[in-house]
């Protein structure tokens, strides 16, 4: 029989569901479980792969090519499972198969109708990701009491019912604010968001509580009686400087032993020594280093999550803080360049779309390469570093990309021709993983320490090989190439203590137990210039 654990969300959006989920999978790996995931999202877009970083974020990509989520990258960061594209489905996509399946004659005349037919359809995308696991984690996007999640919270309620109360769990992420003036947790917008809950047919067996600060025995005994959730049930998820410490904090309240028992599952001894040495080694970082990050989505942290995490990843294995100042590329100009990044041990440019703050991008990878700091470009990273190149040493001053200038003429990065009919957006990319096949006198060779690896991708545009010999010729080698497709993966400048850039994600792949190589090698360049 299999298990489900449901984890809803109430009060207020960006509580933290993704890290709960990816935190509760930690645990039951750390007993030697096995999980999966699916996070089911109740907007009308079909993926997020269209939606600007503004209004979702980053959107996270699995192997198999899906634009997801970036829960899921909380997801894959905290555990070992390897997610794909039944691992997040949206009631767009839901619907769009549902009225495919209408117009076909498949669903023989019936009225379709949200129960039982859209709620069937999430049950379904929820069965379909179960069977190599022993226990399912299933997120619900949005918070209680929103319109598009009625069908969602339906469907789980169904679930729960159809598999009996020991193979179902719900767990209800709630927030307790904090009134200065007073000096106290305010338990009603919980106790409201839990009879919201009760009102949908669902009672949480498990409360999460999240606060400034830990919640007291007098709060959870208040908690309880008024949410009919046993005070030992209540769980208090504070704030904390290093989310990575979150499965401790769980585990220190029992939360793994709790939903073992009400799964009616083995209890095991459980090994939590990875993520207490993640956590020391996190909290004793003395030196540091300083990155720029030079990218265009600033306002929003959470539109370069997985890069943020990769640096944090990253600390670990060097035993250096990262200190990240995130600079836009839109400030950065020919005549303030130098001043602005002077003071910075290593530069990082992510990847990004349309032709704003491309400059400032270039401006950025010109500076690192003259004065020999760190560079590490990501997918535009690495398109921007190859037009600078090629305008300041081959002397192509127009060299450009044609995503921002169609009739450049010396289209340096340029659209593949298998792309240019196309005109329907949404995952139309090249995306998810491809092969690479790495140089073995290379630095980005060192770092892999294998000459074969695949990586995930998400872009449209790549290096036109037609530039390819002058660039080698000048210093800017070709250190990893997707051979079948013939296409530039790494580039590197020889003659640098450290300049590589990729055409693909690294920091999809990163996890705190198991650091990406290159950003590992990043910061230990970083760390080589700050100590001279």
């Known amino acids: 029989m299999k298990n489900f654990i449901f984890i809803t969300g109430g009060v207020l959006s960006s509580l933290g569901k993704g890290l709960t989920a990816g935190s509760i999978g930690a645990l039951f790996e750390a007993s030697g479980y096995k999980v999966s995931f699916i996070k089911l999202d109740p907007y009308l877009n079909v993926d997020p792969g269209t939606m600007s970083p503004y209004e979702h974020g980053e959107v996270f990509v699995t192997n198999d090519g899906l634009e997801t989520d970036l829960d899921l990258g909380h997801y894959e960061r905290f555990t070992n499972a390897v997610l794909n594209k039944d691992s997040n489905v949206t009631a767009g996509k839901l619907y769009s198969r549902l009225l495919e399946k209408e117009r076909k004659g498949d669903l023989l005349g019936k009225t379709i109708q949200i129960v ?32 598009e999640g009625l069908p969602f919270i339906e469907a789980i309620r169904q679930i729960g ?25 305010k338990t009603k917008p919980t106790q409201h968001s839990v009879k919201t809950l009760l009102s949908m047919g669902i009672q949480p067996d498990i409360l999460i509580c999240r606060a400034e600060k830990e919640l007291s025995e007098d709060i959870k005994k208040k ?20 989310i990575y410490s979150q499965p401790l904090v ?11 028992n009400f799964l009616n599952l083995d209890s095991r001894k459980s090994d939590l020594t990875n993520w207490t040495q993640i956590t020391n080694t996190l909290a004793t970082l003395e030196n540091h280093v300083n990155i720029a990050m030079v990218g265009k989505y ?26 990240i100042s995130c600079i836009d590329g839109e400030d950065l100009t020919a005549e303030n360049v130098d001043s602005v990044l002077k003071s910075f041990d290593g530069i990082l440019v992510p990847g990004g779309f349309g032709n704003r703050a491309v400059e400032g991008k270039i401006l950025a990878a010109g500076y690192a390469r003259r004065n020999k700091i760190p560079y590490f470009g990501i997918c535009l990273g690495m398109q921007v570093a190859a037009i600078e190149f ?11 990309s044609t995503e921002f200038d169609v009739n450049s003429i010396d289209p340096v990065i340029t659209i593949i021709e298998e792309q240019k009919n196309i005109t329907f957006k949404g995952a139309t990319m090249r995306l998810g993983k491809y092969d690479c096949k790495v140089d073995t006198n290379s630095k980005v060779f060192a770092a892999y320490k294998t000459d074969m690896i695949d990586e995930r991708h ?17 210093g800017l080698h070709i250190s990893g190439k997707n051979n ?24 999809f792949k990163s996890k705190p137990f198991a650091a990406h190589p290159i950003f590992v090698e990043f910061i230990g360049a970083a760390k080589r210039l700050n100590l001279i």
Do not use: W
Request: hydrophobic share 40%; proline share 5%.
């Open 458 to 474: 998400r872009h449209r545009y790549e290096l036109n090989p037609k530039y390819i010999p002058a660039l080698e010729q000048h």
């Open 390 to 400: 090629a305008r300041n040493v081959l002397n192509l001053p127009q060299a450009n």
């Open 223 to 242: 908690i309880s009686l008024f949410t009919n959730v046993e005070e030992q049930f209540v769980i208090s998820a504070p704030d904390l400087n290093n």
């Open 484 to 507: 079948v497709d013939d296409l530039t993966e790494i580039i590197e400048i020889t003659d640098h203590p450290f300049f590589i850039a990729c055409q693909f994600h690294p920091e």
């Open 116 to 147: 039982p037919h859209f709620t069937n359809a999430i049950k379904e995308a929820v069965y379909n990701v179960c069977h190599e696991s022993d226990v399912t984690i299933v997120e619900v996007g949005g918070t209680i009491g929103d319109i």
């Open 161 to 185: 019912l159809e598999k009996k109360k020991n193979n179902s769990v719900y767990v209800h992420l709630t927030y307790l604010p904090y009134l200065k003036m007073a000096d106290e947790l």
């Open 250 to 260: 769980f585990a220190k309240q029992n939360l793994d032993k709790s939903l073992i």
């Open 298 to 323: 600033n306002e929003c942290k959470d539109a370069y999550k997985s890069i943020y995490e990769a640096l944090i990843h990253a600390q670990i294995p060097n035993n250096i803080k990262v200190n």
